[in-house]
Nanobody, 127 residues
Framework: QVQLVESGGELVQAGGSLRLSCGAS????????MGWFRQAPGKERDFVAG????????YYADSVKGRFTVSRENAKNTVYLQMNSLKPEDTGVYYC????????????????????WGQGTQVTVSS
């Protein structure tokens, strides 16, 4: 069983920055891609960013390209999401997820590609 715990969400003004962290346990972290999703009130859970097992490939939703950066430290079993130039539309609950595919180079971006989810952390961007 994989456990994922996110942290770092908070209230921030538009234009500000936040860094989310996600700690993982229960499986060989370094063998699996990791992703970040977000869910705004009344909306579906959307892909935000992902990183492959080695950290050598990343993939972003168009809405966050150039503003968000996903990274990982396999030695610490942790994945990060650095969010800059935040906008009110970035508001939502951010979820960390672990892929079900091992050692896959393309970064998966569908919710069905991920089998393990954290509890989420709230990010609120005020205008």
């Amino acid at each position: 069983q994989v456990q994922l715990v996110e942290s770092g969400g908070e209230l921030v003004q538009a234009g500000g920055s936040l860094r989310l962290s996600c700690g993982a346990s229960g499986r060989t972290f370094s063998s699996y891609a990791m992703g970040w999703f977000r869910q705004a009130p009344g909306k579906e859970r959307d892909f935000v960013a992902g990183i492959n097992w080695s950290g050598g490939r990343t993939y972003y939703a168009d809405s966050v390209k150039g503003r968000f950066t996903v990274s990982r430290e396999n030695a610490k079993n942790t994945v990060y999401l650095q969010m800059n130039s935040l906008k009110p539309e970035d508001t939502g609950v951010y979820y960390c997820a672990a892929s079900i595919y091992a050692l896959l180079d393309p970064v998966p971006h569908r919710p069905s590609d991920y089998g393990y989810w954290g509890q989420g952390t709230q990010v609120t961007v005020s205008s």
